[in-house]
C-alpha cells in the first residue's frame, strides 16, 4: 500500500476519533442539562430545601390558571375536562423566591379524588420552568394537555415549586410537608383532581341474518340387481414388509459434505482478510 493511501486513512481515522469525543461531550453535557427539570425518582432525599422564608402558598405573583372552561388563581377552583389544556401562567416570584424551579404535571388517579393511600403515576408531557426560564412579554407560562378519558380514567393536576414527583403516595412521595410527616417545605402551590370515568367506543349491533328456508330431503333408495363380487387374494409377491421395532433404515437425505466444505472456504477467507489487515497495518 503507497505512503499517501496509509495517509488518508490516518487523517480519515484521526477524523472519526475526534467526531467521537465530541458526541461523548455533548452527550455528557445534554445529561447535566436535564438532570435539573428530570422527575424526582429519589424520594430519600426529597424535597430539597427551599430559600429562606419562601413559601409555596404565595412564591408566584399574579398567578392565574386557564382552561377552555374558564380561569382561576387556583385549581381547585377551576373547571377541566378530559382532553383540556390547562395553562399556569405568572408574572413574578416573590423577593425570597427568585430562581426556584416551577412544574405543571398530570398524575394518573384511581378516583376523582385524592387518596393519601394510592400510588399516582406521573404521567408524559409535564412542562417545567427553572433558572433559565425567560418570560415572554412579561409572563411565564406552562401548560399541559389533560388526557382523554378513553386512556385515563381519572387525573390529578399538580402545580409545584421544584421538580415533578415520579410517583405520588406511599411508594413514592408527597409535596406536603403534612403527608410526609418531615418538618421539610411545603411544594404544593396548587392541584385538582379530575376525570368522569372511562368510556369506550360504542359498537353498533349487527342484524340478524334472516331465516332461510329448510330444503326438502330427498330419500335416495336403490335396488341390487347384481351379487358383489367375491374377495379375491392377494399374491405374496405384491406384500410389502414392513421392517420390525429397531431395524435400520436407509438413509436417503442429502450428504454434509457441501456445507462442512462452506463453512472451512468462509473460515479461511474470514482468517485471510484478518491476517492481511494486520500486516498492512504493520508495513
Known amino acids: 500500500m503507497g505512503s499517501h493511501a496509509r495517509r488518508t486513512l490516518n487523517i480519515i481515522g484521526q477524523a472519526l476519533i475526534g467526531l467521537a469525543a465530541i458526541v461523548i461531550i455533548l452527550s455528557i453535557r445534554s445529561g447535566f442539562a436535564s438532570a435539573s427539570t428530570g422527575a424526582i425518582t429519589d424520594y430519600a ?29 387556583d385549581l381547585r377552583r ?44 406521573l404521567l408524559p408531557g ?26 385515563v380514567c381519572y387525573f390529578q393536576i399538580d402545580a409545584v415549586l421544584g421538580a415533578p414527583l415520579a410517583v405520588v403516595g406511599p411508594d413514592g412521595s408527597y409535596y406536603s410537608s403534612v403527608l410526609r410527616r418531615d418538618g421539610g417545605p411545603d411544594l404544593l402551590v396548587s392541584a385538582k383532581n379530575a376525570g368522569s370515568g372511562c368510556t369506550s367506543p360504542e359498537v ?9 328456508p329448510e330444503a326438502p330431503v330427498e330419500v335416495l333408495t336403490s335396488t341390487l340387481t347384481k351379487p358383489l363380487p ?19 433404515l436407509p438413509f436417503t437425505g442429502a450428504s ?15 482468517v485471510g482478510l484478518v491476517f492481511t489487515s494486520r500486516r498492512i497495518q504493520a508495513i
Open 256 to 270: 454434509s459434505v457441501p456445507l462442512a466444505g462452506l463453512a472451512i472456504t468462509l473460515l479461511g477467507a474470514g
Open 126 to 151: 409535564y412542562a417545567t420552568c427553572g433558572a433559565a426560564c425567560v418570560p415572554s412579554d412579561g409572563v411565564y407560562t406552562l401548560s399541559v394537555t389533560a388526557p382523554d378519558n378513553s386512556s
Open 204 to 212: 353498533p349491533a349487527q342484524p340478524e341474518p334472516p331465516a332461510q
Open 78 to 121: 377551576l373547571a377541566v375536562n378530559p382532553g383540556d389544556t390547562i395553562t399556569m401562567t405568572w408574572t413574578g416570584f416573590a423577593p425570597n423566591c427568585a430562581g426556584v424551579d416551577v412544574a405543571l404535571a398530570l398524575n394518573q388517579s384511581d378516583t376523582d379524588r385524592f387518596d393519601i393511600d394510592a400510588n399516582q403515576t
Open 45 to 73: 432525599n426529597f424535597p430539597a430545601d427551599l430559600p429562606e422564608d419562601c413559601s409555596a402558598t404565595d412564591a408566584l405573583v399574579d398567578l392565574t390558571f386557564t382552561s377552555p372552561q374558564g380561569e382561576a388563581s
Open 230 to 248: 367375491e374377495a379375491q387374494p392377494v399374491p405374496a409377491s405384491e406384500i410389502i414388509a414392513v421392517p420390525e421395532v429397531g431395524e435400520t
